[in-house]
């Protein structure tokens, strides 16, 4: 942390804010400039509250220099984390592709979706058996019975499955069932919740809170190392903005700056940052355009009957240019 | 909701809206107008999903009008809800002041700020036990030891207090010593929460995400309603936005807005919002002129040791002249 | 636009609200509901204030209806319009390349980046010779020696070129020089210059404001339309949110939204969306993926000695990669 | 200017950005720390662009120091600015009030409005002549006439007179009859418009960007005080967030900041920022409350006939009541 003096600061207040510098263990460096002094702080460990030091007489401003995240960090691990479940690798070389419907309704509607996103050669099953709604009044999911169903799907079509896990008491359920478990974007700091992901032995899929900063990301992905969980998957899926074409405006470059200050993977959810199908297919392919490790994307046969977000769930045939369309954007964009 | 048809959609394109509609059970009103025709779409209970027509041919754009919300309508239940705590009532016609530390650090600290509290004329003692903190290497509270703390202070100087429930593990422990359970900005939709809440015997203060919208907000409050709860308190704390002078912008014309679509009481916690001491007092009073039902501060007696938020916290002086100003400004501002 | 009344509104506020509507020569046609009544306004010309209505008794609500353009909107003209330069051909099938220093500097640096973006295979050239700075002390550009500059390089490389006009006062000296006069994004809605925009007989390139909704941008191609050009070619450049880790955020699923609401040409400059040289690559990519008409692209071949932007400028190498890139990953996306 | 180098930065890397540093007639001051060096930048005279160094090896982030601007900066000049227009003076002890309606419609019009202001204890008429709209079809002011029209208030009532000059064509004109010339939000950073206004003689009330910080305002502000125009005032009137309940979202924190930041006075228009009546008077009480030097607030006798924004303007019963709350929060607030 840089602390800035105010320019008319006298040779007391700075000889007083060092000396409440090295009172919390800190060594402080007086840095004399043209106009002011600045002090900094050093032999930190982990980010300063600049609230201990905002309000001593003289000083202007304070500047967060140091990062708050460790575990996550590329300077701590420098090489990419490659997750593996099954055959499928994230975070290396290919683009890995989950498709599946918003919620699970039936077995028939898994069987018939999961069936097309093998066909189109989809690598992941995405569906949800707990589903967070705004409204108490919608339909919540089908719970365990939701959760059987996915694990059929995974037998006939040999497709791992990802799938969300809403909070602390059906943790455990969910991560029998998942080869992947999600924490969803409400959930992004609910840091409980984050400390059992991070004794699962299962990966995790953290997706980017609505208003989150990638630095609050990452810290929530610390949350979930901290706890000896070494395999956690980020995922973009748009911030909420003043913008009213879309759902959310999707944050394309939160990839090449997760990719340079991190070494996990991360990967996009274009069909919630749309809200809208025409927008689905061209936010994918622009996610391929931007590196990202893998897509997640909603898929369903009968969009009109869907219990949530029929509106932006893409149908077979669009996913099937879809995943063609990406693929050969990935390889281009290298 | 009305579905907006486009300037050539056919004759059919419209009779095909009109029978999809009426296949979901709600009844299609054509309105045809000058250069397009639309369709009201009526006797839906609650708010339609748009996505179940935005993708028919013909259709431009679909239009909500329903507001989602019932139990927390002011159509629904048109007096003003009172929520008394022992003397204090909050909803009413006199402004309620909660003060107090961030977090609850030690016996010695709480006592020492209650007795600012009371003397300044606060009704309500504010201190966390279980602190959300977004990196895993912060203080994150003294756990039940707190709440004994609090209840303490309750004791010792007559203050109701109000304290933060982290998640469903710790929920009937703070149950068991708060008179009100706060829900934290990070905890909004944490919809498992929200419903145990809602089977609590104790008023809930519910503060507004951090990117929520106030329908989202008023939503998250159904859903404590729906569990048979009927004692929430609103509490607006700032929104996330481009500006960096401030830790949040106060969003206070949320207030008049709440006051207007609910029945339950809203209050304004400026100290999260503002992030800063030197805006808490400006942002305060400025929430008593607009009517708020309450404020919540930090109060802190030495914030250079505060283990989190001493930034934003006032002193106690700062924090009696402040109920002086807020009291007068609430009462000017009928 | 629709008037939705409370659910207590009586007949009398409902024949208020209908008497109010036709006294401004609208039609209002009552549609009874399950729960409430609305009321639709019909026969309007382009959007309707609904402030005249929002205060009646009785009101719970308004709700536009009517998008406020007409002269942009594809309704209007359902196929793409093609702009002309020379050669090039803006709005069509081919994804259109302009690249080049933010500012003229001198006119060997011109005349170097030129022959770079000529040999990339870049269309356009782009550079600055009024530049709007957000501070009175930096560099504002050569004026008529920086235009007399591009013009040469035009001559030697047979490249249109694209500069921005600042104000009323230098649009007939910018005007003379330009193949394509820019109006930048601080001047979206300086409604004088678009005015004076749309009497020129040049195309004009119309970057979106910091945070302007799409209505409000296509409101700003509209004015110029108004005056008589119709040559207008919209350019994203990333609009203004929470993020810190690039410059602006990049919207681009504004592009599908213009490409279905209008007719025009719509390109993307994602080196200010970016700010930093590593994301714009990624970006730009991106961009072509969602099907842009074009790129514009900031370029120097030295970029640490820019006079501005030099850290988000690609250099000559990266450039000619991008176009390779971009052009591949366009023809992929249709 | 603060340069943070990589934990695995080289000795020689460190060499190589002094060495750059240096070149650029800046001194270098290495900070070596726990983790990594820092390295400081110092002399430069005002903000230095930090693309200069950010791409140069083993640079990991450049963090600004100094703030850019200079005359409007408490620093530069201690003493708060008062502005004086006959017996008017802004700055000071006492909240000056400005009211009138949006746009001069009528001499009848002005006359009734500004024989209410003056009746109530407004200190000053607004309204305005030229009226930049979103849409080219909406009304646009009146003209010369209209400030005729003010200039006749003026007399009649003693009242000084605001008015919004639009561009640089009408300058003249509206600086020959306005007391203070008034800068729209979407003209905020059109520099050529800050320029002239520097050469005037009269004050400038200078609106915020809808989407400007803080510092991009004090920046717009610094064009003006650079030609020789010292008279500048402030006006907050919201900022565009992702908040949908009213027009914008009205940043009361700005007001102490730049009241610590700067010497000039700023004032607060609640009525923009609200766009509805019923948030106006909550958000004029609170304008009054974090102590701004003054209010700005549309007033209409008829505003269902107004010719724009008649939704949030007050009748003049309820801006005398206001007026009366305001002055005795103002008061309290000290």
Redesign the interface.
């Known amino acids: 942390m840089?602390i800035?003096m105010?320019?008319?600061a006298t040779e007391e207040q700075i000889s007083d804010v060092i000396r409440?510098v090295e009172s919390y263990g800190f060594?402080a460096?007086p840095?004399p400039?043209?106009?002011r002094t600045?002090i900094?702080v050093?032999?930190?460990?982990?980010?300063v509250?600049?609230?201990?030091f905002?309000?001593?007489p003289g000083v202007k401003?304070t500047?967060a220099?140091?990062k708050?995240y460790k575990l996550v960090s590329r300077?701590f691990h420098p090489e990419d984390t490659l997750i593996r479940i099954g055959d499928v690798v994230i975070g290396g070389d290919s683009l890995v592709i989950m498709g599946g419907p918003c919620a699970v309704e039936s077995e028939e509607q898994v069987m018939t979706i999961a069936r097309h996103v093998k066909a189109a050669g989809g690598d992941i099953l995405r569906g949800g058996a707990f589903k967070?709604?705004?409204?108490?009044?919608a339909f919540h999911g089908m719970g365990e019975e939701g959760l059987k169903i996915l694990a059929k799907a995974r037998e006939a079509y040999g497709l791992p499955i990802v799938t969300e896990v809403?909070?602390?008491?059906c943790f455990d359920m969910v991560e029998a069932y998942a080869d992947i478990v999600q924490i969803g974007t409400?959930?992004m700091?609910?840091?409980?919740?984050l400390r059992r992901a991070g004794e699962s032995k299962k990966p995790v899929l953290l997706k980017r809170g609505?208003?989150a900063?990638?630095d609050?990301w990452l810290?929530a992905a610390?949350?979930i190392m901290?706890e000896g969980n070494t395999e956690v998957i980020l995922c973009e899926r748009g911030?909420?903005?003043?913008?009213?074409?879309?759902r959310n405006?999707?944050?394309?470059?939160?990839?090449?700056?997760v990719r340079?200050e991190s070494h996990l993977p991360v990967i996009v959810d274009p069909s919630h940052?749309?809200g809208?199908?025409?927008?689905v297919m061209?936010?994918a392919?622009?996610?391929?355009?931007?590196?990202a490790h893998g897509l997640m994307i909603e898929v369903h046969h009968a969009?009109?009957t869907?219990k949530?977000?029929?509106?932006?769930s893409l149908l077979p045939g669009q996913f099937e240019i879809l995943c063609r369309?990406v693929r050969?954007?990935f390889d281009?964009?290298r």
């Open positions: 840089l800035v105010s320019r008319d409440t060594k460096r840095i400039g043209g106009e600045s900094g050093l032999f930190n460990q982990g980010a509250d600049e609230s201990l905002l309000t001593l401003q500047i220099v140091t708050p300077e967070p709604r705004t409204s108490p009044y809403m909070d602390l008491d409400r959930n700091q609910n840091f409980s919740l609505m208003s900063t990638v609050e810290m610390e949350y901290t911030v909420r903005t003043f913008v009213r074409h879309s405006t999707l944050d394309l470059s939160a990839v090449p700056v340079r940052a749309a809208y199908r025409d927008q061209p936010l392919r622009a996610a391929a355009a931007v590196s969009p009109e869907a949530c977000d029929g509106g932006q369309q050969g954007i281009l964009s």
